[in-house]
């Protein structure tokens, strides 16, 4: 699914590089690039500097922004709006799973149905969709028993 939505893009390579604060894993920086190929040790060194010098900026963005409401939603960071916190620790509770991969699981089923991270966020939090039977409410319209 992934290739497909990138295929017509002039996409190479893509590189994902840790933002951490401390031991904690608190984001990705994504690189992307025309031409395939591994980074070099040069490249890679640039790559982790940068982002080690914006992990705590990114950190006090996530913690700042966590008290919009949807009303007052950042274009640019859906992701960081408190429903997006709060459906992940239901996903978390739902399905028994870490809460990384409670939120991959919230990023994917958005990027499947082509809907922003908020909006399905939004949806699991008002108990419109139910992970423990992700095919049995597909529709933000539908609500669980």
């Known amino acids: 699914m992934f290739w497909s939505a990138i295929d017509a893009l002039d996409v190479g ?49 996530a913690a700042a922004s966590a008290s919009y409401t949807a009303e007052a939603e950042i274009a640019f960071a859906p992701a960081m709006r408190r429903e997006t916190h709060q459906a992940t620790g ?11 991969e409670a939120f991959a699981l919230l990023q994917a089923r958005a990027f499947a149905e082509g809907r922003p991270i908020a909006e399905v966020a939004l949806n699991v939090v008002q108990r419109k969709l139910d992970f ?3 095919g049995e409410y597909p529709h933000p319209e539908v609500s669980n028993p």
């Open 13 to 61: 390579a893509i590189f994902s590089l840790p933002l951490k604060s401390g031991a904690a894993t608190v984001g990705v920086v994504d690189l992307y690039r025309s031409t395939p190929g591994i980074l070099t040790a040069a490249d890679l060194e640039a790559g982790m500097t940068l982002a080690v010098a914006i992990s705590d900026q990114a950190l006090q963005f």
């Open 90 to 100: 239901m996903i978390f509770t739902q399905l028994g799973v870490s809460m990384a």
């Open 132 to 134: 423990r039977d992700p």
